[in-house]
């Protein structure tokens, strides 16, 4: 079978499940499976356009009460307002999730007006390449962005995570780019590969060390010859940081006793035709919002450190 045969039948393959998940959306939860209410507080960044919107919308669509957020307040705000318009529940506030004051501003706020929140999708990233494209001159920026600012985040809302039987929830969007055993774009040191498998003996401090050791690199101009991942190399290591700290946190909140559990999982929205692909994607922002939403919403979730693309869970 040739390449184009294969990539034919992978085409069919997505299509096919992309039709799968578009019928089960058109299924309503029935009363025993919701165990949310418009009491129930979601907090999604970078919630202005893209996947970020069509979360938000998905999630109050169910009648989930959705705090909005996004840097540019103007932009936000108009956001927040279509959805009012179409009688959603979805309210905006200002966060810059790489800003201390942004984010103790909005946690003061959110414990005055919700007394917390019960879902944190973690949505807000950046990407400076496409197509054929793959600098690293805004390496910083990615790292700084789509790994540090999701772990901002998550610090900054455990304390505010309403205790309730179901759970906490936390959904961090991020990418089959940083897998670190896949087949294609994967890591090439394969010490750093075992040490970022292991979960048993996995901490921050060597992921925050192996961004480091990258963007030592970037700054030396030796990236290249790093073993690191060969398609959009930054962008790839910042979610390869996501994905492992996503398992790190769920060994973290395993501990917790019950009824103040947390369950974070990772997924990966695939190709989605928004801004930050070039509108290049061969998925709606509907199809790539739809994981998470399901992730968010489950209504027996033991499930937790896993990461998932089309409602399936697929390997690190």
Not at 45 to 52: E, H, K, L, V, W
Not at 120 to 142: K, R
Not at 156 to 168: D, E, Q, T
Request: charged share 25%.
């Amino acid at each position: 079978m040739g390449k184009s045969d294969k990539a034919e039948r992978a085409k069919e393959r997505r299509e096919k499940r992309l039709q799968e998940i578009s019928l089960l959306r058109t299924i309503p939860y029935s009363d025993h499976q919701r165990w949310w209410s418009a009491e129930t507080i979601a907090v999604v960044t970078g919630g202005n356009r893209g996947i970020g919107f069509e979360i938000s919308r998905q999630l109050a669509s169910q009648g989930v009460t959705v705090i909005l957020t996004s840097r540019d307040h103007s932009v936000g705000l108009e956001a927040a307002k279509v959805f009012q318009e179409g009688g959603l529940n979805v309210f905006f506030h200002q966060l810059d999730v790489l800003d201390t004051l942004s984010i103790n501003e909005f946690c003061d706020w959110l414990k005055q007006n919700y007394g917390g929140l019960d879902i944190l999708i973690n949505n807000a990233a950046v990407n400076f390449n496409q197509g054929s494209d793959n600098s690293v001159e805004y390496a910083s920026q990615v790292i700084t962005t789509n790994y540090y600012g999701i772990k901002n985040m998550i610090q900054a809302m455990i304390p505010l995570m309403k205790h309730s039987a179901p759970g906490g929830r936390i959904v961090n969007v991020s990418s089959r780019l940083g897998r670190i055993n896949g087949k294609r774009n994967k890591l090439e040191d394969s010490n750093l590969r075992e040490k970022l498998s292991n979960i048993d003996t996995l901490t921050e401090e060597m992921i925050d060390q192996t961004v480091s050791t990258f963007l030592q690199q970037v700054q030396e101009g030796t990236w290249e010859s790093g073993g690191w991942p060969k398609t959009f190399t930054d962008y790839s290591v910042s979610k390869l940081a996501v994905n492992t700290y996503t398992r790190l946190m769920a060994r973290i909140f395993s501990e917790r006793p019950e009824g103040e559990k947390i369950y974070i999982n990772c997924y990966c929205p695939g190709w989605v035709k928004t801004a930050m692909t070039g509108y290049a994607g061969n998925i709606s922002a509907e199809d790539g919002a739809d994981t998470a939403v399901w992730l968010a919403l489950l209504p027996d979730q033991a499930v937790t450190g896993k990461f998932f693309a089309e409602r399936r869970e697929i390997s690190f």
